[in-house]
């Protein structure tokens, strides 16, 4: 099955394209996040290719999130991107899908276990990042 479609100019024709496993994964965990926001009441804006510092930008009540979406099939995740909690005074938070549903978020750190942070549901049913509140 294909991921994507491309127009072929020389033969003027729509083909399908394979897009690699580690970009589909991502792609995967950044669509359930942004539908999970969405199920909130939030509008969620996903930026392709993950260009710049974030890959989802949540707008919600005159408040704006920028989030990084990381997965990994470990205990701990080693994160090694920006490390502010605010970019250009908007908060920053890490998404990290651990698998099984285990997703949480957290300001960005070095080192993220399964227990750190807040479950991404519990996140979102608390609404924390309205307030402005740091969660470690």
Not at 17 to 33: D, L, Q
Not at 66 to 93: A, C, D, I
């Amino acid at each position: 099955m294909a991921d994507r479609i491309r127009f072929r100019e020389r033969t003027q024709e729509y083909e399908p394209v394979k897009m690699p496993k580690t970009k589909m994964k991502g792609y995967r965990i950044e669509r359930k996040v942004k539908m999970t926001f969405e199920r909130h009441g939030w509008k969620v804006v996903r930026a392709g290719a993950s260009f710049g510092i974030a890959d989802l930008v949540c707008i919600k009540n005159g408040k704006c999130l920028l989030l990084q979406v990381k997965s990994t099939k470990n205990r701990t995740l080693y994160y090694y991107g920006p490390m502010e909690k605010k970019v250009e005074g908007f908060p920053f938070y890490l998404i990290v899908d651990f698998g099984y549903g285990r997703t949480r978020v957290i300001h960005p750190k070095k080192r993220i276990g399964m227990n750190d942070g807040t479950d991404l549901e519990e996140f979102l049913r608390r609404e924390l990042f309205c307030r402005m509140e740091p969660i470690t």
